[in-house]
């Protein structure tokens, strides 16, 4: 198939519906455009599994809490077309706001305790709007499979949890964080980063590290890995943790002690810029089961 472009819900459906009828399985990655390496590995894992691979490109007001974040979104659609062309993507979904949210919308998802902490914590109504977009999305597609990425490790717990209570016929299929060669996750945010600032974005990632370190060698006192890991951030002005948690990675509530495989996860200012970023830390001797597990 070549790729198709399309802006609007009524095509789209067409589009899905002859890949159908042709016998493909079809899978959907949501994202919000600025592609990066990151999302061509979604792209690949849909390419492996299924013979119509759509990507929605959508910048979504609804899960954005802050104003100008929202302003300074990049929007680069042309390059993302190319992108999605170059990794064999068949339909490219980018539909406008109005055609998503035509009028005032009703009904939103209510997310439940899985968006208490770690970024729901901090971005009121982020995980409702970003879940609400989401089940749109799956509604509009209908894919056999949606792909998300771990790095937005909350917003993938809370997607597996939406998909099972709402029993959407999906199976929802998380792909393991691409990163620099220095460790930092890659982010459509991270153009935004001075080059200072990007040498001070690495260390997001090197105190994940040393969480995921004093895990493996028995540290089980899920504070004293926080208090040690946050420790080693640079002292700069630039540098902001906004938090540093371990949590149970299904349903993304703090743990007492750590016992079996939990989730590190961070989110740090770098001078106006907030990156997020987590490990999934297995203490010595903990059983390595999938601690994230399908729906
Ligand atoms: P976004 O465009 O930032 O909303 O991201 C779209 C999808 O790509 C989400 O499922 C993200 O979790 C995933 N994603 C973003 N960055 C990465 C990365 N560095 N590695 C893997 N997946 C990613």
Same mark, same amino acid.
Not at 111 to 126: E, I, M, N, Q, S
């Given at each position: 198939?070549?790729?198709?472009?399309?802006?609007?819900?009524?095509?789209?459906?067409?589009?899905? /519906?002859?890949?159908?009828?042709?016998?493909?399985?079809?899978?959907?990655?949501?994202?919000?455009? /600025?592609?990066? &390496?990151?999302? %061509?590995?979604?792209?690949?894992?849909?390419?492996?599994?299924?013979?119509?691979?759509?990507?929605?490109?959508?910048?979504?007001?609804?899960?954005?809490?802050?104003?100008?974040?929202?302003?300074?979104?990049?929007?680069?659609?042309?390059?993302?077309?190319? %992108?999605?062309?170059?990794?064999?993507?068949?339909?490219?979904?980018?539909?406008? %706001?109005?055609?998503?949210?035509?009028?005032?919308?009703?009904?939103?998802?209510?997310?439940?305790?899985?968006?208490?902490?770690?970024?729901?914590?901090?971005?009121?109504?982020?995980?409702?709007?970003?879940?609400?977009?989401?089940?749109?999305?799956?509604?509009?597609?209908?894919?056999?499979?949606?792909?998300?990425?771990?790095?937005? &490790?909350?917003?993938?717990?809370?997607?597996?949890?939406?998909?099972?209570?709402?029993?959407?016929?999906?199976?929802?299929?998380? %792909?393991?964080?691409?990163?620099?060669?220095?460790?930092? &996750?890659?982010?459509?945010?991270?153009?935004?980063?001075?080059?200072?600032?990007?040498?001070?974005?690495?260390?997001?990632?090197?105190?994940?590290?040393?969480?995921?370190?004093?895990?493996?060698?028995?540290?089980?006192?899920?504070?004293?890995?926080?208090?040690? &890991?946050?420790?080693?951030?640079?002292?700069?002005?630039?540098?902001?943790?906004?938090?540093?948690?371990?949590?149970?990675?299904?349903?993304?509530?703090?743990?007492?002690?750590?016992?079996?495989?939990?989730?590190?996860?961070?989110?740090?200012?770098?001078?106006?810029?907030?990156?997020?970023?987590?490990?999934?830390?297995?203490?010595?001797?903990?059983?390595?089961?999938?601690?994230?597990?399908?729906?």
């Amino acid at each position: 198939m070549m790729l198709k472009l399309v802006t609007s819900i009524a095509p789209l459906r067409d589009r899905v /519906a002859e890949a159908r009828r042709a016998g493909l399985q079809v899978g959907l990655v949501p994202t919000m455009g /600025a592609l990066h &390496a990151g999302h %061509v590995r979604l792209i690949e894992q849909a390419r492996l599994e299924c013979g119509c691979v759509v990507v929605s490109i959508f910048v979504n007001p609804l899960q954005f809490d802050r104003k100008d974040d929202l302003a300074r979104y990049p929007r680069p659609l042309q390059a993302d077309v190319a %992108v999605c062309a170059a990794a064999g993507v068949d339909i490219v979904f980018a539909p406008t %706001v109005e055609g998503m949210y035509p009028g005032e919308a009703e009904c939103t998802v209510d997310v439940g305790r899985v968006a208490d902490h770690l970024c729901g914590r901090y971005r009121p109504g982020h995980f409702r709007g970003m879940a609400t977009v989401v089940l749109k999305l799956l509604q509009i597609v209908q894919p056999d499979r949606a792909y998300f990425g771990e790095k937005d &490790a909350q917003q993938l717990a809370v997607i597996r949890h939406m998909a099972r209570d709402f029993n959407v016929p999906v199976r929802i299929e998380g %792909v393991a964080t691409v990163r620099d060669a220095d460790g930092l &996750a890659l982010s459509s945010r991270n153009q935004r980063l001075a080059p200072e600032e990007r040498v001070l974005a690495r260390s997001l990632h090197s105190l994940l590290r040393e969480a995921e370190r004093l895990v493996a060698e028995g540290e089980r006192d899920p504070k004293q890995v926080t208090a040690i &890991a946050s420790g080693i951030l640079p002292d700069d002005d630039r540098l902001r943790l906004e938090y540093l948690d371990v949590v149970d990675p299904e349903h993304i509530q703090p743990v007492e002690r750590i016992e079996g495989p939990v989730l590190v996860a961070g989110a740090l200012w770098v001078g106006s810029t907030r990156l997020i970023d987590n490990l999934l830390c297995h203490p010595s001797g903990a059983p390595q089961v999938a601690a994230l597990p399908g729906t």
